[in-house]
């Protein structure tokens, strides 16, 4: 599974959802989805503003963890 730690790089930066939702260009609703882990999927043109807004790479927001589903196949 992928896990977003987009709430962890939020807080090192001293971002707010409502500040980082505006300079991305996505609703709060829609950050609020991928900060919760709830989203299916991420555009790259958002993953980029992510990583512009946050001054970071996509691996420092995306993080592969083996799932307990997967580790048993």
């Known amino acids: 599974m992928i896990r977003i730690n987009l709430d962890v790089m939020m807080a090192q930066r001293k971002m707010s959802s409502n500040r980082l939702a505006e300079l991305v260009g996505i609703t709060p609703a829609n950050l609020?989805?991928?900060?919760?882990?709830?989203?299916?999927?991420?555009?790259?043109?958002?993953?980029?503003?992510?990583?512009?807004?946050?001054?970071c790479q996509p691996g420092d927001l995306l993080e592969y963890v083996e799932d307990e589903s997967e580790a048993n196949e």
């Open 32 to 55: 609020s989805i991928l900060k919760n882990e709830k989203g299916k999927a991420i555009r790259f043109t958002t993953l980029n503003a992510l990583c512009k807004a946050l001054d």
